[in-house]
């Protein structure tokens, strides 16, 4: 069974500073996909980044960066010089490459506040 | 359209009473999830099409809950004589190729309110 666990329920940082998401997985499969969806005030998903187990290099994307590491089964999100606008819910979630059992499980989310 | 449509983005609804739920999906998108979100929680998966094949029915709560896909395009949940505990926004979301490899595109989502 696959499961995503976001240990950080809530998290407040000060505007500027550096803040790390944690995300820890549960799959049986070797072929799998990771998932990071932030949610502003405003409810809609938006889509971060997908990572496939087998690309453990780390990515850059502006402020963002992700960290996987199979061998703690961790996809750590951090952001860089945070803002305000970097305020959301924060969702890391698997999909295992299984046809016929394709859903996405998303771990409880973790609320990120940047306090100006 | 542009993006995942859904409707209608909010309902009220009296206990006992049916529901349905819309769904249209960014055209050309083969597969589509159904996910709820209860208030301050995770999204707990539904159920999932993927083209003509027979669709995951594996997260639906109770036989009260039902979906069906027509032409591999838009999307219908049926919820049957609802209960308080089915208050929860009902999300969409859409994606082009297998496994997300572009991502899936969530909506905006239905706030289903079961007084």
């Known amino acids: 069974a696959q499961k995503v666990t976001q240990a950080q329920t809530e998290i407040s940082v000060v505007e500027k500073e550096d803040v790390t998401l944690d995300c820890v997985y549960e799959?049986?499969?070797?072929?799998?996909?990771l998932f990071w969806y932030k949610q502003p005030p405003s409810g809609e998903l938006v889509f971060l980044i997908r990572?496939?187990?087998?690309?453990?290099q780390n990515e850059i994307s502006g402020r963002y960066s992700w960290n996987f590491q199979k061998s703690t089964s961790s996809f750590n999100f951090t952001i860089t010089a945070s803002q305000v606008v970097d305020s959301a819910v924060y969702f890391c979630?698997?999909?295992?490459?299984?046809?016929?059992?394709?859903?996405?499980?998303f771990g409880t989310g973790t609320r990120l506040t940047i306090i100006p | 359209g542009a993006g995942v449509s859904q409707s209608p983005s909010n309902k009220v609804t009296e206990k006992g009473k049916d529901v349905e739920l819309r769904c249209d999906p960014i055209?050309?998108?083969?597969?589509l999830y159904w996910y709820r979100q209860s208030l301050g929680q995770g999204l707990e998966f539904l159920i999932y099409?993927?083209?003509?094949?027979?669709?995951?029915k594996s997260g639906l709560p109770s036989d009260r809950f039902s979906a069906e896909r027509t032409g591999g395009s838009v999307s219908t949940l049926t919820i049957q004589r609802t209960q308080q505990e089915d208050s929860a926004v009902y999300l969409c979301?859409?994606?082009?190729?297998?496994?997300?490899?572009?991502?899936?595109?969530f909506g905006s989502g239905t706030r289903l309110t079961v007084v």
């Open positions: 799959t049986r499969d070797t072929t799998y996909y």
């Open positions: 990572r496939n187990s087998f690309d453990e």
């Open positions: 979301a859409s994606s082009r190729l297998r496994f997300g490899s572009e991502g899936y595109t």
């Open positions: 979630a698997l999909s295992e490459a299984d046809f016929g059992n394709e859903k996405l499980t």
């Open positions: 055209s050309g998108h083969t597969a």
């Open positions: 099409f993927q083209g003509n094949s027979a669709p995951d």
